[in-house]
């Protein structure tokens, strides 16, 4: 069964490779898929430098519509191309540490997706301000009540997907933004998906800076309100 690993990516030139490594040293069928936004650090260039020398490393290389959201629905839509049984999506800048995607095909079998939360018994929230964790605890509450979402860490990136998953829900996402998290899970509850948690430590970035501001992330709680309804 093959796994593709699809990872979005924007100026992480100081993490990509080690990501890369450590997604290849699993004991899995697995292949890394770096869609990148053209970075000016030059990360697709070390991305393109290891698809030449090895077979699971391929790059998507977009260069029109930059934004988070739309990449990781060209990775979606990339995987499928691939013909991938199961398809991860995580950051590439060590916060989801690849070790865990054992964990997801573990239990992805008894699931549609596989959520790596970091509230259930086991999971960490490693070294996030005080303001970060108050924001994130209002999102998750606020997400699971207005959109009937029933897991713990709903605003969570790190995931995989059974096949027939990412079919059933790709066609329905816009989101150009990190909001595409949000999206994801309120069309798969919409399609009446399983959904399933592993419990994982979120960490710190390995190096540069985060893109998601807090600012931002309460931006997002607005437009729930026009997911929701369809606007």
């Known amino acids: 069964m093959r796994v593709v690993a699809v990872i979005p990516t924007y100026n ?17 069928n697995i292949e890394a898929l770096v869609v990148d936004d053209l970075s000016p650090d030059g990360t697709y260039k070390i991305v393109e430098k ?36 199961f398809i991860v999506e995580m950051d590439g800048d060590f916060s989801h540490h690849p070790k865990f995607i054992q964990d ?18 086991g999971g960490k ?29 709903p605003t969570s990136g790190f995931r995989m997907f059974k096949k027939s998953a ?13 909001f595409i998290v949000t999206e994801v899970l309120f ?3 919409k399609h009446g998906l399983k959904i399933v948690e592993v419990p994982i430590e979120f960490m710190q970035r390995a190096a540069g800076e985060s893109k998601l501001k807090a600012g931002t992330l309460i931006k997002y709680l607005i437009r729930v309100w026009k997911l929701k309804f369809g606007k």
């Open 12 to 28: 992480e030139s100081g993490n990509i490779e080690g990501v890369i490594n450590e997604i290849l040293r699993l004991p899995l």
């Open 50 to 85: 290891l698809s030449k020398e090895n077979n699971r490393v391929h790059l998507l290389l977009r260069k029109e519509g930059r934004g988070r959201g739309w990449a990781g629905i060209d990775g979606f839509k990339k995987a499928l191309e691939m013909n991938a049984d």
């Open 104 to 121: 997801f095909f573990i239990k992805v079998q008894e699931a549609d997706i596989v959520i790596g939360s970091r509230y259930i018994k």
């Open 125 to 153: 929230d490693v070294e996030r301000g005080l303001l970060r964790k108050l924001i994130s605890f209002f999102a998750r509450k606020y997400l699971s009540l207005i959109l009937g979402l029933r897991v713990t860490d």
């Open 166 to 178: 990412v079919e059933k829900i790709v066609e329905r996402l816009h989101a150009r933004d990190p």
């Open 187 to 189: 069309y798969a509850r």
